[in-house]
């Protein structure tokens, strides 16, 4: 069982920024694709960010474009969240995501076999 855990949350102004981190438990050089994720108070949890182990082909919602960065470091077996220009619609639990098995979607929540416990970001105006 993979075990990943995030960090990096925390509360900020709107236009701050943040590094989310997930460190995981086994060589992400071995997966598919890893992701994270957001769930928003009230809301279903949605992807933000993936990125394709092997090709580093990326994903970004249409929300986050142009202010969120993926990145995947398979040495330290990590994947970042960088978040720049925050604004308070970011606010939610965030969670990280891997995927090891199976098929190459890596779109939806059941596509993943593996999740941390989340990390909150709170940003206000």
């Known amino acids: 069982q993979v075990q990943l855990v995030e960090s990096g949350g925390g509360s900020v102004q709107a236009g701050g920024s943040l590094r989310l981190s997930c460190a995981a438990s086994?060589?992400?050089?071995?997966?598919?694709?890893m992701a994270w994720f957001r769930q928003p108070p009230g809301r279903e949890r949605e992807r933000v960010a993936s990125i394709f182990t092997g090709s580093r082909g990326t994903y970004y919602a249409d929300s986050v474009k142009g202010r969120f960065t993926i990145s995947q470091d398979n040495a330290k077996s990590a994947v970042y969240l960088q978040m720049n220009s925050l604004k308070p619609e970011d606010t939610g639990m965030y969670y990280c995501?891997?995927?090891?098995?199976?098929?190459?979607?890596?779109?939806?929540?059941?596509?993943?076999?593996?999740w941390g416990q989340g990390t909150q970001v709170t940003v206000s105006s």
């Open positions: 086994a060589y992400t050089y071995g997966s598919i694709c």
């Open positions: 995501a891997a995927k090891f098995f199976g098929s190459v979607y890596c779109r939806t929540v059941a596509d993943f076999g593996a």
